[in-house]
């Protein structure tokens, strides 16, 4: 018996509600969202959109569930996933995510879920491109098998390269920054032949790692927007008492371990 559609799966109010479900997990775990001013996209509205994003970590998925939201909200997000992992988080299906099934059927199984997903107006795919973990400093940037026939199911899509990494600078808690890369045309992807394509997707994605890694390491915070704000300092007893001393002295306190920086 066939899956029923993503589409008719997907429950906005659910969605809605797991939204700050991540947000507050985010919240507890993460120091902040950030985003390079020239990684912040433009909504290509009344057009398919495809986002390829590399997958250097679990956080990726926390990652799809608080972008959309804020940088394309008239949006819904469809997210293909390997089945057998889906099968552990069977609410997943009602955020819109649906089952890949591994071989040639599987792959033919997906194309057509993302050709209906593509084709309904204000929906959106996104996927990690690489089909597994990668290091950000792994090269060449892997592209899954399927990614390349994208363009052919949607040739009016638009296809954006989404790079994420996951730093430590001074703070406890890392850092989630993502960016966006030059839109390609999948109509011109489509001019090329498969091998042709895969590397200029692939250069396209590992163009814009590369420009974020550059903005990553300076660990300066005023190179990007902050998109969420996650806690700050050490917490319990530590920051008490440091909350303390600051009010008897008379002075702000900041929780923060380095002076902090405006950032936008």
């Known amino acids: 018996m066939a899956e029923p559609s993503p589409l008719a799966l997907r429950d906005e109010r659910l969605f809605g509600f797991f939204h700050l479900i991540f947000s507050r997990f985010f919240r507890r775990h993460m120091g902040a969202l950030r985003v390079p001013p020239w990684g912040i996209p433009e909504d290509p509205a009344g057009r398919p959109l495809i986002v390829l994003a590399n997958h250097p970590s679990w956080w990726d998925g926390v990652a799809f569930m608080l972008l959309p939201v804020r940088l394309f909200p008239n949006r819904h997000i469809f997210i293909p996933m390997e089945a057998a992992a ?7 299906r009602r955020l819109g995510v649906f089952g890949i099934e591994p071989g040639p059927r599987g ?14 107006p204000r929906a959106m795919l996104w996927m990690n491109a690489p089909g597994r973990f990668q290091d950000v400093r792994e090269r060449p940037v892997a592209i899954a098998p399927g990614v390349t026939r994208l363009p052919e199911i949607a040739p009016e899509a638009v296809v954006l390269p989404l790079a994420l990494d996951y730093v430590l600078w001074t703070e406890r808690r890392p850092e989630m920054l993502a960016a966006f890369g030059t839109p390609l045309e999948a109509r011109d992807l489509l001019a090329l032949d498969r091998e042709a394509r ?4 692939r250069a396209a994605l590992t163009e814009t790692m590369d420009r974020l890694t550059l903005d990553a390491i300076t660990r300066d915070p005023a190179r990007f927007e902050m998109l969420a704000e996650g806690a700050e300092g050490m917490g319990g007893i530590y920051d ?5 001393t600051a009010l008897l002295r008379g002075r702000r306190f900041d929780p923060r371990h380095a002076r902090r920086a405006k950032s936008g």
Request: hydrophobic share 65%; no cysteine.
């Open 86 to 92: 889906l099968a552990k988080y069977r609410f997943m």
């Open 107 to 120: 792959a033919v199984a997906f194309l057509r879920t993302a050709a209906e997903v593509l084709a309904a």
């Open 198 to 201: 895969e590397a200029r997707i």
């Open 240 to 244: 008490l008492w440091r909350r303390i």
